[in-house]
């Protein structure tokens, strides 16, 4: 597959542990935010979202946590998986700026059996 | 993914030849849009729609045109590919503002200009 992660930070996590990737968003009138997962070779995939009027969403093995005093987002994968694997990219979309997202440059997570 | 395809998936085209990608979607959704991906970029949006005949740039159309005439399609056009338009390209669709749940995205067109 292609090779997106040249310059990507990485994190590498054991199987079974938890795993924590962070993001900086740019725009305090951001009104929702996204994760997505990429595998290689294929287009990104929908993990989870919040909208900002929220701090937390809890999906399955995965919670986001928004901090908008600090414009920080996370992601939290629970019992890390070698599934997991992948390229993570957060996104924002701003307040009246139509339905584009503005995309973030991605982490790679590297599970370790 | 399921209700959005991109066509070809791969191609290789020679510097200053025309080339168009497609996108195909059978989910009705109002929003389209093309991004490319390119390492140490991210995602970067070329250009997107919001119904047929309604495009509008994004932060890196030069080069790039695009049309609508149905919902179901939306085509990128590069008029006379270069080779810094060697990347992999997204389409994505989406619903409305109070619907708007993210993007779905197809699985992306490896572009390669020589």
């Known amino acids: 597959g292609e090779n997106v992660g040249l310059h990507l930070p990485t994190l590498s996590v054991q199987e079974g542990d938890n795993s924590i990737i962070n993001c900086a968003y740019s725009?305090?009138?951001?009104?929702?935010f996204i994760w997505y997962k990429q595998e290689s070779g294929k287009g990104p995939q929908f993990i989870i979202d919040i909208r900002s009027n929220m701090d937390k969403r809890q999906g399955q093995r995965v919670t986001v946590l928004l901090n908008k005093t600090v414009k920080h987002l996370s992601l939290q994968i629970a019992a890390t998986q070698p599934g997991d694997s992948a390229v993570y990219f957060c996104?924002?979309?701003?307040?009246?700026?139509?339905?584009?997202?503005?995309f973030g440059t991605g982490t790679q997570l590297k599970v370790e059996l | 993914d399921a209700g959005i395809t991109q066509s070809p998936r791969h191609k290789v085209t020679e510097t200053g030849t025309p080339v168009t990608l497609r996108c195909h979607q059978t989910?009705?959704?109002?929003?389209m849009y093309w991004y490319r991906q390119d390492p140490g970029h991210g995602l970067r949006l070329i250009h997107y729609?919001?119904?047929?005949?309604?495009?509008d740039k994004g932060e890196v159309s030069d080069g790039y045109s695009v049309s609508r005439s149905k919902t179901e399609d939306f085509l990128l056009t590069l008029e006379s590919a270069t080779s810094s338009q060697t990347s992999v390209y997204f389409c994505a669709i989406s619903e409305g503002q109070e619907l708007f749940y993210g993007y779905t995205f197809g699985s992306g067109t490896r572009l390669t200009v020589v």
């Open positions: 725009n305090s009138a951001s009104d929702y």
């Open positions: 989910e009705n959704h109002r929003y």
């Open positions: 729609s919001y119904g047929v005949k309604d495009t």
């Open positions: 996104a924002e979309r701003l307040t009246g700026g139509g339905n584009k997202l503005t």
